[in-house]
């Protein structure tokens, strides 16, 4: 079903808007007048509307701001609960795949456009050379600057795409740390609200959570906003868990 919300909520008038008449009562002895009872809603539509006004609700933190500060005060929280967000193993796997990726950033960085040019420049001289030298160089063997560009263009989009796959490869250790930030906040949050809620009453004021609490929250409803980037981009396997290992 397609509920326009606004619709419900904001039920339109058809025509102009009457001048306010005096009731009157009907034959069921009802009062009428330009009154009209509220809209009646079916059983899905109080759920679709219940469902739009959960993800409002959802939405309570786009306008929280945090930073890696909060992030860091909770990563020294867990650790002084004992929690370790990378596995020594994840460390190792992470340091081998850097070593797969740098090899294949040198590669990006030898195949850019003048990388081409001037291998192009370096393959011409040597052609004369030879052709000086009285050896002559077969014609299928002589490119054209247009020959290495593309060649290197080809060698360039693999190269890059390489890196792309050995991120998403340790994109799950980082995944995984983000995960259990997400948890030691939640748990964090619950304890702060309840010690807020207290004060709060204690004092006879409404609660109004305080703008720390609001940010660990957000971290423990957004854990994901802790990664540096999206999972299928290129990024240095090592730094993927910074985040998460920061003094």
């Known amino acids: 079903m397609n509920l326009n919300p606004f619709k419900i909520l904001n039920a339109k008038r058809s025509g102009p808007i009457a001048s306010p008449q005096p009731f009157q009562p009907n034959s069921s002895g009802q009062s009428e007048g330009t009154y009209q009872s509220p809209i009646s809603m079916t059983h899905a539509e109080n759920a679709e509307l219940g469902n739009l006004k959960t993800h409002i609700r959802d939405d309570r933190f786009d306008r929280v701001s945090t930073n890696q500060n909060v992030v860091n005060m909770i990563i020294k929280r867990a650790r002084e609960d004992g929690v370790t967000f990378v596995s020594s193993s994840d460390l190792e796997k992470l340091a081998a795949l850097q070593i797969r990726y740098d090899r294949a950033r040198a590669s990006v960085m030898a195949h850019t456009y003048n990388a081409a040019r001037e291998a192009y420049r370096v393959h011409i001289r040597e052609v004369k050379n030879r052709l000086m030298a009285g050896v002559a160089t077969p014609e299928d063997e002589i490119w054209s600057e247009a020959d290495f560009h593309e060649d290197f263009e080809i060698r360039l989009h693999a190269a890059k795409q390489e890196c792309r796959d050995i991120t998403s490869e340790g994109f799950p250790i980082a995944v995984a740390a983000a995960k259990k930030i997400g948890e030691v906040a939640a748990k964090w949050a619950k304890e702060m609200e309840a010690e807020e809620r207290k004060k709060a009453e204690e004092f006879g004021f409404h609660f109004v959570p305080s703008a720390i609490l609001l940010s660990i929250q957000k ?29």
């Open 219 to 247: 971290v423990a409803d957004r854990p994901q906003k802790c990664l540096p980037i999206a999972n299928g981009s290129a990024y240095p396997p090592k730094h993927l868990i910074d985040f998460a290992t920061n003094k």
